[in-house]
């Protein structure tokens, strides 16, 4: 017998890789954070003798989600602004808020709420885009959830920062600080193409280079930032990018819903990585990503949820459901993105694109233990054929009962292990009272 942490029995075990694959009455055996065995239950409990044993005997274990773009503190402008087009949305009301009201203190308020939303709907892990970076990295260590942290870097003057070079430099001591961090990594975010400047990208593009780091940025959300590019460039953003060399298999483009030809021929040349978020993409009305025609191209294709101002959760099975379901009506194809490919691009998928694959996003020996267990016991999830149908169609995330991340149970039996959620209700209502009273 082999002394290990903990051992996770289950009816039925979804390592997302191999893609498809469905074990039935298998174990997950866990030591020192990390997955060290995959085996029938039978044989776990013949090999091994476990600190911890949790029997799961009517849910599916899957991997733990990774929501690949949000901006956590946007969740407390959850429902602040809704109903509008995106540049009026963000002129008038997002960018006005956000200079009265962002500060480390609603960054701490805004991310511990968007990290508890997140580790109660079955996620992980997830990059997130926002100001303050250095404060949501502390909450995101003492909540236990693994992230990357991008620094927004653009020309435009904020609270966190006045110029494009300072934004940097704050990146770039983010980067310093969390360098040898087990589960917080840090990217670098310039905003979008048309709140960038050339001289700015081309620092981005050295700097990624340099420290080998992510990239992350949003890219052709709608056709007005399109035309914005050919009027002031005189060419599509996706060309200026190339151009000031930015395009590589380091960067992950967030929406993509303007996609011609040529810009499919630099996704798949520079093998950039391209992040869906549907539901935002629909909110605004932005566009429709092809996401069927990026996956038949190889493409890697995740799913991020967006901020909780554009969508309005940071629900990945809400998302997973409406990313598959827009793909075939897009595609006007029914056997566009099955749910096996869906099931993907929200783990492993984002891993890949935030460069974590090797760590995160499937339930494989040598990874960390980062997975959820999902209860199928309810009336609403019976009769189950196909368990990853079921969790594609129709699963939402208050079945997710259990979430360990790097081995750590973070969610048990529903109950988050480390949140005080009476003192983080209080917080999150003081704060919205104070950014109702700077009105
Ligand atoms: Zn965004």
Redesign the pocket.
């Known amino acids: 017998m082999t002394n290990v942490d903990q051992i996770i029995h289950a009816r039925w075990i979804v390592p997302v890789e191999p893609e498809g694959v469905v074990l039935e009455n298998h174990a997950i055996v866990v030591n020192d954070s990390l997955i060290i065995d995959i085996c029938t239950s039978e044989s776990a409990h013949q090999r091994y003798h476990a600190t911890s044993v949790q029997e799961c005997p009517q849910h599916i274990l899957m991997p733990g989600f990774v929501n690949a773009?949000?901006?956590t503190s946007m969740n407390l402008l959850r429902g602040l602004a809704d109903d509008q087009p995106l540049m009026q949305w963000l002129e008038k009301t997002i960018w006005p808020a956000e200079q009265r009201c962002v500060d480390a203190q609603f960054v701490e308020v805004g991310s511990q709420l968007a990290i508890a939303e997140m580790l109660r709907g079955g996620t992980t892990c997830f990059n997130d885009?926002y100001f303050f970076p250095e404060v949501t990295a502390e909450v995101a260590d003492h909540m236990g959830i693994r992230a990357s942290l991008g620094t927004v870097i653009m020309n435009v003057p904020t609270q966190y920062a006045a110029t494009a070079d300072e934004y940097i430099e704050k990146g770039m001591m983010l980067h310093t600080r969390y360098r040898k961090h087990a589960r917080i990594t840090t990217n670098l975010t310039p905003h979008a193409p048309y709140t960038v400047d050339d001289q700015t990208l081309s620092r981005v593009a050295e700097l990624a280079d340099e420290l080998n780091l992510q990239v992350q940025m949003?890219i052709h959300?709608s056709a007005f930032e399109i035309q914005n590019s050919l009027e002031t460039y005189g060419m599509r953003p996706m060309a200026r990018l190339e151009k000031l060399g930015l395009l590589s298999n380091r960067l992950q483009a967030?929406?993509m819903t303007q996609v011609d030809d040529q810009d499919l021929a630099l996704l798949k040349e520079y093998h950039v990585h391209v992040v869906h978020?549907p539901e935002?993409n629909l909110k605004l009305a932005s566009g429709f990503c092809p996401i069927g025609k990026l996956v038949g191209n190889d493409l890697n294709v995740a799913l991020?949820t967006?901020?909780s101002a554009?969508n309005n959760d940071l629900d990945m099975f809400g998302e997973m459901r409406t990313a598959a379901l827009l793909a075939k009506a897009v595609a006007n194809d029914a056997t566009a993105i099955p749910a096996s490919t869906a099931l993907k691009m929200a783990t492993l998928n984002g891993a890949k694109a935030l460069g974590l694959d090797h760590i995160t996003g499937s339930i494989k020996v040598g990874k960390s233990a980062d997975f959820i267990a999902v209860s199928q016991n309810e009336l609403e999830a019976l009769p189950l054929y196909h368990p990853i149908s079921q969790l594609v169609y129709a699963t939402n995330r208050h079945q997710v009962t259990d979430v360990w991340v790097a081995g750590k149970h973070l969610l048990h039996k529903g109950q988050l292990m480390h949140v005080d959620e009476q003192a983080l209700r209080a917080d999150v209502n003081a704060m919205m009272k104070k950014i109702l009273d700077q009105k």
Do not use: M, R
Request: proline share 0%; net charge negative; hydrophobic share 5%.
């Open positions: 773009h949000t901006h885009n949003h959300e967030v929406h978020c935002s991020g967006d901020g554009s």
